[in-house]
């Protein structure tokens, strides 16, 4: 009888598909960027759900819009349309490129959407043989079969059998290795424009000017992934307006939806004419309340005030990093953009950042890694100043009691 037991880290162990391996507390309550676990313990959240929530934890607005469309219409299948959908489609069509929006649940849903589309495109506006994707080591785009294929860490989907097939991976801002494979049978090169999960590595603004030609002397699409990157995570609304290089197509998740899940794939209207009636689609993407949610966080996150913090708060984490580095000489360097900052361990200290992180938590900070050699750092793009150098003066203590220990 599991039913009536009190719920614990180790009823996890009991019941849970063991794909994760979460921390030891259980978090029940969050208020912007303040979680408390079942005892009661109150951490400071420097991990943002993984960059999801960009307003925090119950963020006033987006819990209003999740209560007013909640007693409204929450779900109609995509056999109808609804009001949210279409608002929604157009905010984000109005702050973008795109010109035509699909919405679904996840980021790995968007991508697989995406890498269809891009397939669907390439075979039916040029040859049945454009089917090359090109890719890059270390991306992360998503758990389905398609986006673990794409995704450049192999350890993701082997084991699983047959692959989808012409998909090829280079090294990440190696502009040489992507003239060296691109030829008129690509469809598409995809790369996410800082790659989160791979190790918080920004693409250099040549390589993406670059790769955007090589697309285009080869009719290839080109795909940005900016599941993790955007949603005003670097300052703008997505990585790609920093760079000043257009997409065909983009992927967004995580932040859009503020934690509730919601996914897009935008892109032209040209490019989505390879698409009719039948073609892809979801149940639940692009439902009332998802978008509902989604339109309130939007018109939030993209403004002024809210992109100018972003870049404010990543100077005041990185002044605290390196002052701590001062002390403690375990960083090799300090990367990403916005509040996507990866914090590199030191060759000495490669490894172990599942250690530090555990040292973190019992400190009260929730804090990530990326791989297991960098801690990264996606908090609120709202968060207070005070949060943050509270959050600092947690890690520093962590750092020493780990170094001590
Ligand atoms: C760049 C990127 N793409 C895709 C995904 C997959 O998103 P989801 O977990 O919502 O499927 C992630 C998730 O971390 C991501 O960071």
Not at 222 to 231: A, C, R, T, Y
Not at 267 to 277: L, N, Q, R, S, Y
Request: net charge neutral.
């Amino acid at each position: 009888m599991l039913e009536n037991t009190a719920n614990s880290r180790n009823t996890y162990d009991q019941v849970m598909l063991p794909i994760y391996a979460p921390a030891d507390f259980i978090p029940v309550k969050g208020q912007g960027s303040r979680v408390w676990d079942q005892q009661g313990k109150e951490y400071i959240d420097f991990a943002g759900g993984i960059a999801v929530l960009a307003l925090g934890h119950c963020h006033p607005a987006l819990v209003a819009a999740l209560k007013q469309q909640g007693e409204k219409l929450w779900h109609v299948s995509n056999v109808f349309t609804n009001e949210p959908a279409l608002t929604l489609a157009k905010k984000l069509i109005d702050a973008t490129f795109a010109q035509r929006v699909f919405f679904a649940n996840s980021g790995a849903e968007a991508n697989e959407a995406a890498f269809k589309l891009a397939r669907r495109y390439a075979i039916t506006r040029h040859h049945p043989h454009k089917t090359k994707i090109i890719a890059f080591h270390h991306a992360f785009h998503g758990r389905t079969f398609f986006t673990v294929s794409v995704g450049g860490q192999p350890k993701y989907a082997e084991g699983f059998g047959p692959k989808p097939a012409d998909i090829v991976h280079v090294p990440f801002n190696d502009l040489d290795a992507v003239r060296t494979v691109i030829d008129d049978d690509t469809c598409a090169v995809v790369l996410e424009p800082i790659q989160g999960e791979g190790g918080v590595t920004p693409a250099t603004t040549e390589f993406l000017h670059g790769v955007r030609k090589l697309c285009d002397k080869h009719q290839a699409l080109l795909i940005f992934d900016e599941v993790q990157s955007g949603m005003g995570r670097t300052g703008r609304l997505y990585a790609y307006q920093h760079y000043g290089v257009q997409p065909d197509i983009l992927t967004t998740a995580k932040a859009l939806g503020g934690g509730f899940p919601i996914s897009a794939m935008l892109t032209t209207d040209t490019i989505a004419t390879a698409m009719e009636t039948g073609a892809h689609g979801t149940t639940y993407g692009g439902n009332p309340l998802a978008c509902s949610i989604g339109c309130a966080a939007l018109d939030i996150i993209n403004t002024p005030e809210v992109l100018a913090g972003v870049e404010k708060r990543h100077d005041i984490i990185i002044h605290a990093l390196e002052k701590m580095n001062q002390k403690y000489g375990i960083f090799h360097e300090f990367r990403g953009k916005g509040l996507l900052i990866g914090a590199v361990l030191k060759v000495e200290y490669q490894g172990k950042a599942r250690e530090i992180l555990q040292q973190v938590a019992e400190h009260g900070l929730m804090l990530l890694s990326a791989g297991d050699s960098i801690l990264r750092f996606t908090p609120s793009l709202i968060i207070a100043e005070n949060e943050i150098t509270e959050g600092m003066v947690r890690l520093d203590m962590a750092i020493s009691r780990w170094l001590n220990q």
